[in-house]
């Protein structure tokens, strides 16, 4: 009797070394989960991310506004007539 008790908590100590860090065990589930939610925040980022630059492809397929609104802002165009003013911050 005494020879099967000991076999028993030698099988289980064998299952539960196999469940937390055998292979597929808790350790390794736990840290596959946390690599999936990093994943996935990154993809919600990036999701937004193409949402932004689909809707401005899209507003710059639509029309001359934001074509000319983006040549003002990245090369500081003017229309003839106008006066360029930049305002600067204290900071600067």
Partial sequence: MRLFIIILLV???WLQYDFWDGK???NEYTAVKESVALQQAA???LQQRNQQM???IK???GG???VEERA???LGLIKPGETFVRVL???N
Avoid: S, V, W
Wanted: hydrophobic share 30%; no cysteine.
């Fill in 54 to 56: 689909y809707a401005e």
């Fill in 24 to 26: 597929n065990g808790m």
């Fill in 59 to 61: 507003d710059l397929h």
């Fill in 89 to 91: 911050d204290d900071n």
């Fill in 11 to 13: 099988i289980l100590a």
């Fill in 43 to 45: 993809n919600t980022e």
């Fill in 72 to 74: 003002r802002n990245d």
């Fill in 64 to 66: 001359k506004e934001a």
